[in-house]
């Protein structure tokens, strides 16, 4: 699995992952997950007192252009957003803090990006992303919806049958 960014927090982690082929991403979370449980209750010795997700992980399809890098810096900025550091650089449970100071090995963990890094991406992935651009990932991590231009959305939806990830949750009004 190639590993575009990552960002593990007390609580939860985001995974930019880029799958080779179909079926690559399943097979890797659950992989991923069950090896983390397994390890979890072996360290914590708790083996049979339960779950440690709530749920399924979260995945959605994203545009390989600027929207792959909004949602990168989206989660390099995860620890910055919630105030546990003064930088996101210094968070060192992260995919920019290994690709900025990590040693070899730790870098041979990412994958190059498809597309081209900005120049002093530190320093842009440090300022704050604008409240419509928030919204439209959290959407897209909410209900699934292909994360990208409109168009390249709507054939993605139409292509992969995703039409639920753009309809209301509520059921239409009586005489609509």
Not at 137 to 151: A, I, Q
Request: charged residues 25%.
């Amino acid at each position: 699995m190639r590993i575009l960014s990552y960002c593990l927090m007390p609580n939860h982690f985001h995974l930019v992952l880029y799958p080779k082929k179909d079926g690559d991403l399943g097979k890797f979370m659950q992989w991923f997950t069950l090896t983390h449980i397994q390890r979890w209750h072996q360290q914590k010795k708790t083996k049979g007192t339960g779950h440690l997700y709530q749920g399924r992980y979260k995945s959605f399809l994203i545009e390989k252009d600027n929207h792959l890098l909004s949602v990168i810096r989206y989660i390099e900025r995860n620890a910055l957003r919630a105030r546990l550091v003064k930088k996101a650089e210094n968070w060192k449970f992260c995919s920019l803090w290994r690709r900025l100071y990590g040693n070899i090995l730790q870098k041979k963990l990412l994958s190059k990006w498809p597309i081209s890094e900005p120049k002093d991406y530190p320093s842009f992935v440090n300022v704050s992303q604008s409240k419509e651009e928030k919204e439209l990932l959290r959407l897209s991590v909410v209900k699934g919806k292909p994360y990208g231009n409109e168009n390249w959305s709507m054939n993605i939806i139409k292509k992969f049958g995703l039409e639920s990830t753009i309809r209301s949750p509520w059921r239409p009004k009586k005489g609509t």
